[in-house]
């Protein structure tokens, strides 16, 4: 089954969901613990959510565990890798520096690292914050480093604490460091979590190195006046993922840090907004087995095609559906009437009717709320 789900997601280039249904629960808090509650039973999630409104903070709270083998428990201490988030601190120091005269914005890099090839100049590097390619702030890291004749995290420990940020930190003892954790189905058992390996901190560096807290990101989005901000990204071996956004329409900040790699916080966050906007908005089906008529599966069973070379077929055995994939069966189990899940990957496939009340097409879920359509092929 492992390199069927493999070779579907492959060769559709999928980045795919599940399925949804209405959230409708009494309150705000309620709708925000229903919300995080169920991507956590999902495997999804675990980690902490903030929302504020300008310097009001609306709501505070973590789910799941900081630490899954010790069964450690979040506090407001608990720091996340938060990744290409490590830029906007980098630069706030950059900027400070050049306040302080101990930089030139628009002097070149070789100016002060004479071994820097380029014409580069500090502001350069400064604009290369959303290219991922670029090596524009492990430089910036040095030049920190080499101006102020101390280590990186002597210069956190120097720019932050004035801005009561105190949990941000690249290297430090005595701090409380979330565990990372993927999520997948690694040694043919199904679903369970597995330790995320620790990255290279002298790679990371200034880059993708440093550690925070929800209300340290909130205390520091305080600073970026009339500027928004939308970052959502994941850590691929870290077991971490994090949304940080603040809308500058209506003074939203949203936060969300979690020791899991699974990169959903986007998608949470759009809940989130909804919540709070008092719109609708849908979470993901449990999964968990129901019961529905057999006769249904009649009208699942066909052949879909992905692309003009591939295409998989839905079958059926006795009580049951089965996807078959380059000759090899796959069971799915009934989360809904219409929809199915694989009992050892986050994936599941959807079956839409069309307006004649027949079954068209089928939407291919894999852990995310937009799904990839895939076309029912017509008898001839």
Request: hydrophobic share 35%; glycine share 4%; net charge positive.
């Amino acid at each position: 089954m492992k390199n069927q789900l493999l070779y579907l997601v492959i060769s559709c280039s999928l980045f795919i969901a599940c399925q949804q249904e209405k959230a409708i629960p009494a309150s705000f808090t309620e709708r925000i613990n229903q919300l995080a509650n169920r991507y956590l039973a999902l495997g999804r999630f675990s980690g902490t959510i903030l929302i504020a409104k300008g310097d009001q903070l609306l709501f505070h709270q973590s789910y799941g565990l900081a630490d899954y083998v010790k069964q450690q428990a979040f506090t407001e201490n608990t720091a996340f890798k938060i990744g290409a988030l490590t830029k906007f601190f980098t630069a706030y120091i950059i900027e400070q520096m050049a306040k302080e005269n101990k930089l030139n914005l628009t002097a070149q890099i070789k100016t002060y690292l004479t071994n820097f090839e380029g014409n580069h100049t500090v502001k350069d590097l400064l604009d290369q914050q959303d290219n991922s390619e670029k090596i524009g702030y492990p430089i910036l890291g040095k030049l920190i480093e080499k101006q102020l004749d101390i280590s990186y995290q002597q210069a956190i420990e120097k720019y932050l604490p004035p801005l009561g940020i105190h949990q941000t930190f690249f290297q430090k003892e005595n701090t409380t460091l979330a565990k990372g954790y993927l999520f997948h189905n690694y040694r043919g058992q199904g679903l369970e979590l597995e330790t995320a390996p620790n990255y290279e901190e002298a790679t990371a560096f200034s880059s993708y190195g440093l550690k925070s807290t929800a209300i340290d990101l909130w205390k520091f989005s305080l600073l970026l006046t009339n500027q928004s901000i939308h970052k959502s990204s994941y850590l691929e071996n870290d077991g971490f993922s994090y949304t940080f956004q603040k809308d500058t329409i209506d003074n939203l900040t949203i936060i969300i840090l979690s020791n899991r790699r699974h990169p959903v916080s986007e998608e949470i966050a759009k809940s989130i907004k909804a919540i709070y906007n008092k719109t609708s908005y849908e979470l993901p089906l449990l999964r968990q087995p129901v019961t529905i008529n057999p006769k249904l599966y009649a009208d699942y069973v066909g052949i879909y095609e992905v692309n003009p070379n591939f295409q998989f077929k839905v079958i059926q055995k006795k009580d049951s559906l089965f996807t078959v994939m380059n000759g090899q069966a796959s069971h799915l189990i009934p989360q809904s009437a219409n929809q199915f899940y694989y009992q050892d990957f986050d994936a599941a496939i959807r079956f839409v009717q069309d307006s004649n009340g027949l079954v068209s097409k089928t939407i291919l879920y894999n852990g995310f709320l937009n799904g990839q359509v895939v076309h029912k092929k017509t008898e001839k």
